[in-house]
């Protein structure tokens, strides 16, 4: 169903739900308990069905069908946010009000969350969960990351242009009316 790759090792996710680690497990990103490497992919025991991974350098982030993370590996470790080692998954949802978690990427030691409403949210390095505030009027289809830098997709949705019809050449104003324009 898909690949991830982090740092230093790679996550796997079945058609099935079964994630499997392998490589460096160091910092406990393989979640597979105390160990510092596996050659050979390893099925992470006791978790629900998984639909999705992320991999940041030293973590792994899955995302079960009922909308939780399951996180090991250094960074993303606790609800509480506390930077340590974690060699087993831990759970986490997002609190009631912002809804369930519907989509994960990682990079680096930055995690990105969006909810089904398409709010983000950013967990980094030691840091609290928090919500992208400047993200908050529009609503996020899909979310990405690349190093400490956080992509966030929202397409513009045009109700209208005006003038309907203009010269490819400069010297005409276009108005745009609709929603997602930053």
């Known amino acids: 169903r898909q690949v991830a790759a982090g740092g230093a090792h790679s996550v796997a996710v079945t058609a099935e739900g079964g994630a499997y680690t392998w490589g460096s497990g160091l910092c406990g990103q393989l979640g597979v308990g105390r160990c510092t490497r ?9 978790l629900p069905a998984i639909v999705a991974s992320a991999c940041g350098t030293n973590h792994t982030v899955l995302l079960d069908g009922a909308g939780a993370i399951h996180s090991c590996g250094m960074t993303l470790v606790s609800a ?20 369930r978690i519907a989509e994960i990427a990682a990079s680096g030691d930055v ?13 980094e390095g030691s840091d609290r969960l928090r919500r992208v505030d400047a993200l908050a009027s529009v ?9 400490s830098c ?33």
Do not use: H, M, N
């Open 139 to 147: 609503t996020v289809e899909l979310v990405g990351t690349s190093g």
């Open 80 to 99: 509480l946010g506390e930077q340590a080692k974690c060699f087993a998954p831990e759970r986490f949802t997002l609190p009631p009000q912002e809804g």
């Open 111 to 123: 995690t990105v969350l969006r909810s089904e409403a398409g709010r983000v949210f950013v967990w």
């Open 38 to 46: 596996r050659a050979k992919p390893t099925r992470v025991e006791g």
């Open 150 to 182: 956080v992509l966030a997709f929202a397409p513009l949705r045009i109700a209208s242009a005006s003038p309907p019809c203009a010269p490819l050449a400069g010297g005409t104003g276009l108005v745009l009316r609709g929603s997602g324009f930053c």
